[in-house]
Each structure stands twice: as C-alpha cells, then as structure tokens.
C-alpha cells in the first residue's frame, strides 16, 4: 500500500467505525459492558474468584461450540471440560470430537497472548491449528483497524461510548478479516475471525465475547457465497446484527456471574424447597375428606 493510499483506508475504516458506532443496538449493548467494567478492579475474593471460573468457562464454551459448527457433531460441554483439563481421548466418545477439541483449544492458546503484542504471527498460528493459511492479507484489517481506534482512543470520554466505538471497531476488523480470505469463506475462517475478535476486545478493554453454534452459521451465512466482493454495507450491517447482540448477551452473563454469591444462592434455594414443601402439604391437607 502506498503513501497515498494510507489516509484514505484510514478514513474509509474510521468511517465505518463512526456508522456502527451510532447504532442504537450498540449503543444499547455498551451499556450493558458499560454496567460490566464499571466493577473493576475487582477488590472481593468471591468475585475474584467467580471471574477466574467465568474465564475458563468461556473458553470451554468456545471449543464446545468450535468442535461442534467444523465436525457438526453433538459436542456436550462434558467432552470440552476434558479436553481443556488436558485429555486427549475420551472414552466411549469420538476421537474425531476429540481431536476437534484439541486443535480449538491449542488456537485459542496460539492467540492468548496478542492483546499483549498484536503479533500477527499468533493470529496466523491460531488460523494453522484450525487448518488456514492466512497471510498478511488477510490479518492487515486486524492491524488497520487497531490503528485507526488507537489514533482516535479517548479515555477521557464515558465508558459507554468507548465501549460502543470499540465493539463498533472490532465488528469493522472482522469485516475486514472476512472480506479478504479467498471466497468462499469458510466455517474455519469464521471460527478463527471470531476468535481474532475476542482478543480484540481484549487489547481495546472492553469484556470479551461469545457466539453460539447458530451465531456462527449466521456469519458463515453472509460471507459463504463470495459477498465479500459485494458492496461492504451489505456485510458489515450483517455482521453487526449477529456479534452485537450476542456481545450484549454475554456482557449480561458476566456480570451475573461475576456477582454471584454461592452463600446467597443456598439461602434462595433452602426458601424455595421450603416453600415448594409448605405449598404441597397445604394442596394435601386442603383436599376434600372421601
């Protein structure tokens, strides 16, 4: 790329950035991250300790749902809690699930670091372990796109704007992602581009993602048939229909996770069994005598 087309990628990138921005779902979804980050740092061990086991639930999300969209087998959380605790065979289950396992977790542990380094090299990894030979073409958008929200990042401003020009930001990198891998897409280069995501909202701050087996093929769905090479509103507006109600979702799940209170969580229980008992002995002393 030349010197003169710098700017003007730039500008087209921070355009679109500023379209996704004012969307009224992104800007309803910042304020549920907005709700999320206001917790940090955390300073309570029970909430401490709720976001560790958040985190490696998250990632036993991920590879269930990752195995189950590139085998297109039934992928029980039981199979993905194995393999992240380290086994590489489960018995009475295919190896095939397995092996789909493996290589999702060794991706997402190619890409743990680059929030830290924006290395592209770990995106490229990441790709490998799923079976891609992405190139720089393919990864630019990730670092164009960085480039751009980093000249532009504010911590001055609320947290719910930075929020929603962040999610706006990475929604517009993988766009780009997808925009540049050899059509037609594949399930793998979505996977992957959701995954390069995911550390993307890590390096900009804001709370990670998460995207169901449905979400997936929804974005399969719109890069599959060569749109790509379509005008790019037609992608970007689907892309951002699926990832930012699935960010707000997510957003929703942290929070209640992070503030769960196990103590709190027996005393509702203990309520609950013991109004369940009192409502059926009053139904059975209430019936009439025979």
């Known amino acids: 790329m030349g010197a003169t087309e710098k700017p003007t990628q730039a500008t087209a990138i921070s355009t679109r950035i ?9 800007r309803e979804a910042a304020q549920q991250g907005a709700k999320l980050v206001s917790l940090w740092p955390l300073t309570k061990a029970g909430e401490l300790a709720n976001d560790a086991k958040y985190a490696e639930n998250l990632q036993v999300r991920q590879t269930r749902v990752m195995a189950a969209v590139l085998t297109g087998e039934n992928v029980t959380i ?3 809690e194995y393999v992240y605790e380290g086994a590489e065979s489960i018995p009475g289950r295919p190896q095939n699930i397995v092996d789909a396992l493996l290589a999702a977790n060794a991706a997402c542990d190619a890409m743990a670091d680059y929030s830290q380094t ?3 090299g770990l995106l490229t990894q990441a790709g490998m372990e799923l079976g891609l030979t992405w190139d720089e073409t393919v ?10 929200i980093q000249s532009e990042r504010d911590d ?3 947290a719910e704007s930075r929020i929603a020009r962040s999610l706006a930001a ?4 993988v766009d780009g992602i997808l925009r540049t891998v050899p059509a037609p897409a594949t399930l793998a280069d979505v996977i992957a581009a959701i995954l390069a995501a995911d550390e993307l909202c890590e390096t900009l701050s804001i709370p990670r993602i998460f995207l169901a087996a449905d979400a997936l093929h929804s974005v399969y769905a719109v890069y599959v048939d060569g749109l790509q090479t379509e005008d790019a509103t037609t992608t970007w507006q689907a892309l951002a229909d699926i990832i930012v ?3 707000r979702d997510e957003w929703a799940k942290h929070l209640e996770d992070v503030l769960w209170d196990r103590e709190e969580a027996k005393r509702q229980a203990k309520e609950a069994d013991e109004r369940r008992n009192r409502e059926a002995l009053a139904a059975k002393f209430s019936k009439p005598a025979q």
């Open 139 to 148: 990864l630019a958008p990730c670092r164009q796109t960085l480039a751009v």
């Open 170 to 173: 990475v929604i517009t990198a």
């Open 156 to 158: 001055t401003s609320a």
């Open 78 to 80: 039981a199979d993905a």
């Open 118 to 120: 924006q290395d592209p």
């Open 18 to 26: 500023e379209r996704i921005t004012a969307r009224t779902d992104v």
């Open 245 to 247: 109600p699935a960010a």
